[in-house]
Structures are given as structure tokens and as C-alpha cells.
């Protein structure tokens, strides 16, 4: 059974960093993209970031210049260094990777950004 298990979320002042964690387990063939979607109180899951495997990384606009994806192919994790953090940026934040060809969701980490 494969897992994504995120950790890092928490409690943050306006203009700090925050870095999320993402470790995949179980048994594991093959992992193309990975990345991160939020989703805050009365709207709709949205994209933060992807990285494939050659490391190729995609961003919206919200978050281009403060937010920075990474991974680790050997450990099976993709980060998302978050800085800069406005109170805007407060969402449940979810990993999702495509692995062994399925669409895989986390449990969700929330991440609160307030003075």
C-alpha cells in the first residue's frame, strides 16, 4: 500500500518560512511528477507547485518568487520551502505524486499564516 505522508505544516507570522515534507512509502516502481495543491476554508484545491523527475518545476504566479519545490528521488520526498508567507497563503496543503501509475493524495498538513 503506498502512502504520502506530509509533515512541516503549522503556525506562522506574516513574511516567515515554513518548510513541508513529503515521504512516499510502501513499495515503490516508479514516480513521474510530484507536487503540492492547497485548499483554504470556502474555495476550490489549488495548484502550488510540481516537480518531475528531471526536476523540471512549474509554479503559479501566487506563489512564483517565494515558494521553492524540491525533491529527492533516492528518499522517495518532495519539499516545498515556503517564504515570504502572507496570511493568504493560509490552506490545508496536500502532496500528490503519481505513483506506480495512480494518482496518490496525502493526508493534508495545515499551514496558518497570521501576526
Known amino acids: 500500500q503506498v502512502q504520502l505522508v506530509e509533515s512541516g505544516g503549522g503556525l506562522v507570522q506574516p513574511g516567515g518560512s515554513l518548510r513541508l515534507s513529503c515521504a512516499a512509502s510502501g513499495t515503490i516502481y516508479s514516480i513521474t511528477v510530484m507536487g503540492w495543491y492547497r485548499q483554504a476554508p470556502g474555495k476550490e484545491r489549488e495548484l502550488v507547485a510540481t516537480i518531475t523527475s528531471g526536476g523540471i518545476t512549474n509554479y503559479p504566479d501566487s506563489v512564483k518568487g517565494r515558494f521553492t519545490i524540491s525533491r529527492d528521488n533516492a528518499k522517495n520526498t518532495v519539499y516545498l520551502q515556503m517564504n515570504s508567507l502572507k496570511p493568504e497563503d493560509t490552506a490545508v496543503y496536500y502532496c500528490?505524486?503519481?505513483?506506480?501509475?495512480?494518482?496518490?493524495w496525502g493526508q493534508g498538513t495545515q499551514v496558518t499564516v497570521s501576526s
Open positions: 500528490n505524486a503519481y505513483v506506480n501509475w495512480r494518482d496518490r
